[in-house]
């Protein structure tokens, strides 16, 4: 029998849907959110409101591209958390209402457990593609986390190692904010970093132990740095701005690959995947790849469509939940952290 789950993600700016058949594609609509641009970050008010404006229209589209009816979906599963807890709301009810008005199961996702499974979604244009096979290490990299995650099976995973303050994702964002940039600054760094030099300039790199990541005392060191240069020369952004972003990026980037090269060796394992609106970045897919030549690893690097916030990497985690008949009940409340 053919299983069809309908996936929603609303835990930050972009609303989504999507929907899956037997871990096929067929359809993944993203709305994102123009809005919070001028603010220089995600307003959650607005976020929230812009959801509730989305949500609907969105559903319906992913639905149509699909060809799916709603009474067709045998599953829906919506992200419980972490994220802004009134996104989460848009979302989580909206699910609910679905629940109930269709009589089918709903499962609750875990968004960074999402972002992991994102590997197993097949899709249209290449449906062969290879997925990463069990254990494997996955380093989940997004705006708001940056962990090492051991991959044991589907739903069994452990966090070997998280941030002890920002993600590699706000590192970035926080970075280009000093530096003029708008929000969000990871995809405008990468772009101007292929025209700079990644020697240029030097910041400060962490020293925390076991498989921890810490990005505060960079963003420090940046601010810092750029602001004696700029007492001497007020154009010095303006003028140093590629190799500014190079250089920046190339630290964040030999931060994240050398716990991650430490863990492959201490937990020997080759199967290496990033996942995460971060795993767009170039200079860390290019360091992913060679560290795979260097070190003999098979590397899993998901398609553009499915490292940033999406559905279909909540639809598939559904999935195999409604395999396992993981269900949630329809008093399941969405968790602004991922611990509650
Ligand atoms: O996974 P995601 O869409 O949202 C969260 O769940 O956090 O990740 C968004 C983050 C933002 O910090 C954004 O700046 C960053 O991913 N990002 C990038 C790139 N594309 C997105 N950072 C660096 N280079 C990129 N190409």
């Known amino acids: 029998?053919?299983?069809?789950?309908?996936?929603?993600?609303?835990?930050?700016?972009?609303?989504?849907?999507?929907?899956?058949?037997?871990?096929a594609l067929l359809s993944n609509v993203i709305a994102s959110q123009a809005v919070h641009a001028e603010y220089g970050g995600v307003i959650?008010?607005?976020?929230?409101?812009?959801?509730?404006?989305?949500?609907?229209?969105?559903?319906?589209?992913?639905?149509?591209?699909?060809?799916?009816?709603?009474?067709?979906?045998?599953?829906?599963a919506v992200t419980r958390g972490p994220g802004l807890l009134g996104s989460l709301l848009v979302g989580v009810s909206f699910a609910k209402g679905f629940a109930i008005a269709q009589d089918t199961p709903l499962m609750e996702v875990n968004h960074l457990q999402g972002h992991?499974?994102?590997?197993?979604?097949?899709?249209?244009?290449?449906?062969?593609?290879?997925?990463?096979?069990f254990p494997f290490l996955c380093l989940l990299v997004s705006g708001g986390n940056s962990q090492i995650v051991l991959v044991r099976d589907y739903l069994d995973m452990e966090?070997?190692?998280?941030?002890?303050?920002?993600?590699?994702?706000?590192?970035?964002?926080?970075c280009a904010k000093i530096m003029g940039l708008p929000y969000p600054g990871g995809p405008l760094i990468d772009r101007m970093a292929r025209e700079g030099d990644p020697k240029a300039f030097r910041f400060a790199?962490?020293?925390v132990g076991g498989f921890d990541y810490s990005f505060s005392g960079l963003k420090t060191s940046f601010l810092y740095f750029l602001r004696d240069r700029v007492a001497d020369d007020p154009d010095f952004i303006e003028k140093h701005k590629a190799d500014l972003c190079a250089s920046l990026q190339a630290t964040i980037v030999e931060i994240l690959m050398n716990k991650l090269v430490k863990a492959a060796k201490q937990y020997d394992i080759a199967e290496i995947a990033v996942a995460g609106g971060v795993s767009a970045n170039s200079g860390l897919r290019d360091a992913i790849l060679a560290a795979g030549r260097k070190y003999g690893w098979t590397t899993y690097i998901p398609p553009l469509s499915l490292t940033t916030d999406n559905a279909a990497m909540i639809a598939i985690t559904g999935y195999y939940?409604?395999?396992?008949?993981?269900?949630?009940?329809l008093d399941m409340a969405p968790a602004a952290r991922a611990a509650d």
């Open 205 to 207: 790199k962490p020293s």
């Open 1 to 23: 029998m053919e299983i069809t789950i309908l996936g929603i993600e609303s835990s930050c700016d972009d609303t989504s849907a999507a929907v899956i058949r037997d871990g």
């Open 116 to 133: 992991i499974l994102a590997h197993f979604v097949t899709l249209p244009d290449n449906p062969d593609a290879p997925k990463p096979g």
């Open 321 to 329: 939940k409604y395999l396992r008949e993981e269900f949630a009940g």
């Open 44 to 76: 959650p008010e607005l976020a929230s409101r812009a959801h509730g404006q989305n949500i609907v229209p969105v559903v319906d589209l992913a639905l149509k591209k699909a060809g799916v009816a709603p009474d067709e979906v045998d599953g829906i």
């Open 159 to 174: 966090i070997i190692g998280g941030t002890i303050d920002d993600a590699a994702g706000e590192a970035f964002d926080k």
